[in-house]
Antibody, heavy 117, light 107 residues
Framework: QVQLVESGGTVVQPGRSLRLSCAAS????????MHWVRQAPGKGLEWVAV????????YYADSVKGRFTISRDNSQNTVYLQMSSLRAEDTALYYC??????????WGQGTRVTISS | DIQMTQSPSSLSASVGDRVTITCRAS??????LNWYQQKPGKAPKLLIS???SLQSGVPARFSGSGSGTDFTLTISSLQPEDFATYYC?????????FGPGTKVDIK
């Protein structure tokens, strides 16, 4: 069965960097685009970034463009989100999700990132 | 970027009620509209893709319709397990966007 397990979330100071990971299993990872979606405490869902199945294309939400980088290692079935210049407003639960065309069909349980001094 | 709006932002309903949630896009997204259900403390779950395609395992009381800019999610007879927050999401652009959500709670 499809499984997505995020990790790397923690408490970090403003301005610092952090890398999140999402380990995938149960499907042919290299055939799917992968997304990151976040949810601030008590708020709605915010799409963050996508990486094409082969890593050839990457797109970002305006709120993170230039600060976050999405990448993947198809040999390790893992997608990453490198976050830099972190701000208080980046505090959220970060989900990775499998892209299936224009929708997100499987989601992980999320990893929590808190930006605080 | 394509902006998504939803109405209402919340609603109270009783078991057995028919519930309708509306989603509107800031430009035409043809039928690239998806609906998700999220329960507290859980990850979102895909209910409907391509505006009206029910995902496997999702009860038939859920249905979606619409095209262009206006879309609707309908629950024909609300069940206790349907109390949750519902989000629409456009996949027309490579930069996906979600609606702000509609919270359905018990009257």
């Amino acid at each position: 069965q499809v499984q997505l397990v995020e990790s790397g979330g923690t408490v970090v100071q403003p301005g610092r960097s952090l890398r999140l990971s999402c380990a995938a299993s149960g499907f042919t990872f290299s055939a799917y685009g992968m997304h990151w979606v976040r949810q601030a405490p008590g708020k709605g869902l915010e799409w963050v970034a996508v990486i094409w199945y082969d890593g050839s294309k990457k797109y970002y939400a305006d709120s993170v463009k230039g600060r976050f980088t999405i990448s993947r290692d198809n040999s390790q079935n893992t997608v990453y989100l490198q976050m830099s210049s972190l701000r208080a407003e980046d505090t959220a639960l970060y989900y990775c999700a499998r892209g299936s065309g224009s929708h997100l069909d499987y989601w992980g349980q999320g990893t929590r990132v808190t930006i605080s001094s | 970027d394509i902006q998504m709006t939803q109405s209402p932002s919340s609603l109270s309903a009783s078991v057995g009620d028919r519930v309708t949630i509306t989603c509107r896009a800031s430009q035409s997204i043809t039928n690239y509209l998806n609906w998700y259900q999220q329960k507290p403390g859980k990850a979102p779950k895909l209910l409907i893709s391509a505006a009206s395609s029910l995902q496997s395992g999702v009860p038939a009381r859920f249905s979606g319709s619409g095209s262009g800019t206006d879309f609707t999610l309908t629950i024909s007879s609300l069940q206790p397990e349907d109390f949750a927050t519902y989000y629409c999401q456009q996949g027309y652009s490579s930069l996906f966007t979600f609606g702000p959500g509609t919270k359905v709670d018990i009257k």
